[in-house]
């Protein structure tokens, strides 16, 4: 799942426009947000290759472009802002481990709750 996560952050960095500035200003997402955009971000990633690329026809980057955008939207935040935070994360490890962690949590926590209706529909 971590190296999902790194791999993920790869496709993200190169995608959107690369920022140099590592340092940490008030435009730095803090890390619980962090941590759910993280997660939402992986969510359209496994949704553009699960459904959406199933068309070969069509660009898997512009399609993951346009899936990244409607998170940022829901969050309130540019791709840019997005990027410096993510490359001020990237610069300190430890701190990327709380968010990435708290992110893996979060898709633990989601996927036990599935299993648990599951069963429980299955019960009745």
Do not use: W
């Not at 959107?16 to 939402?40: F, H, L, P, W």
């Not at 993510?86 to 599935?114: C, I, M, N, W």
């Amino acid at each position: 799942m971590k190296l999902k996560l790194f791999l993920t952050g790869f496709i993200i960095v190169s995608i959107v426009s690369c920022s140099q500035t590592t340092s940490r200003s008030g435009s730095v997402i803090d890390e619980d947000k962090m941590a759910n955009i993280m997660y939402d971000v992986l969510l359209a990633e496994s949704f553009v290759e699960s459904y959406l690329m199933k068309d070969t026809t069509l660009n898997k980057d512009s399609l993951l472009k346009v899936e990244m955008d409607k998170v940022m939207k829901v969050y309130g935040i540019t791709s840019a802002n997005f990027t410096e935070s993510y490359l001020f994360y990237k610069a300190h490890p430890l701190q990327l481990e709380k968010v990435l962690d708290s992110a893996h949590e979060r898709a633990v926590r989601g996927r036990t709750d599935v299993f648990i209706r599951r069963r429980t529909l299955k019960n009745r």
